[in-house]
């Protein structure tokens, strides 16, 4: 999505708290991956799994690190994953539901392809 | 018998949790967002009915998205605002010539691929028309992908071609459904092996873990502002920088 509309768009991630943590509810799932780490105790380990994440995952877009104290991951209800889209104006028109089962990259692409007819309808 | 033991034991253990109040949120060096922030869900926060759901969720075992906090999404761009916009006379569909879209981003939208915007490509629920084949094709898909990377590839697809085929060149019309329609495997009795105990699904939902207990911004709301540094700490970026230029889409997430 990010190679399509990553003109007109600007794509951040956010990363937050771990949401299958090994002192919390663990995956087998994640263990295969070898994706296996304890809940951060730093802001410093917070970032050294972020970039191993950034790494793996090959993102390409900013991988922005929250407060150690999830402020914004609160202030965005965003764990364990969660999709927005902010118009230029600045106000939000797409808030997804919350992950897992409500993390739909297509709604965010309806929201942005609409989006951006928004501003083409209203000049 | 032991369930229900089980789950008072849980209920017990964690009155400690019940006792301690949410982790304390600095308030944010920039303008408060437009939404106050309360220092814990109370009865007038709307987070307290989602707090709740979860909970009795994780109570009654129920982590099948049917129950909980997890949906729906909220959105600007509904079927009405599309109708409102591009559809006045309320025919029902769009057509590509009407939408003003270039192709490509026209078809994106266009789900059922029958070559119109209709509801139905609006509908994202899960008991839609579309959720339903969608959830055909994942089945296929989950059968057939033997590199679990998500996608089908050619190769993939002559696999599961040859196995059904069992080595002759065509396949008749019963051998395609079963092969575009498996049969659902087996479900094994009792609890998924991987199904985490209450106790930790209940210190997940606490540690903010599962989900915050906050409600986020609504929609139309101005997005609460912030500024963050990026993983390799070269840079920070502040979300209201971008105001008057560019849209932002905001991806939350972790490795796990």
Redesign the interface.
Known sequence: MKQRYGDRVEFLAVYVREAHPTDGWRMKSNDKDGVAFAQPKSFAERTAVATQCCEKLKITMPLLVDDFDDRVGHLYSGMPDRLYLIDRAGKVVYKGGRGPFGFKPGELEQAIILNSLESVISH | MKHVTQRCAAVCGLLVWFSQPL????L?AQPL?AQP?PAQPTKSTP?TDDWNRMLLAIMRNDLS?NAG?????????TWA??QE?LDPAKRGAVSAQN???PPA?FD??D?DGDGRWTAAD?D?SEKGPLAQKTSMARMFLMRADQDRNGKLSQDEWNTVFERLSKGTSDLDLEELRKLLFPAPPPRPKGPPP?M?STT??L??LY??????????????????D?T??????K?K?N??S???????????????
């Open positions: 982790p304390a949120q600095p944010p967002p922030l987070a998205g906090w997890f949906g729906p999404s909220e959105t600007r761009y605002w599309v916009h939408s003003g879209l981003s994106r939208l789900r609006f994202w991987d985490p930790t699904l210190q997940g540690r903010g873990e599962l989900g915050s207990p906050f409600p986020g911004p609504r929609l139309g709301d101005f997005a609460p912030f963050l540094p990026t993983h390799d700490g840079t970026i979300l209201r971008f105001r008057g230029h560019k849209p932002v889409a905001l991806i939350f997430g972790s490795f796990t």
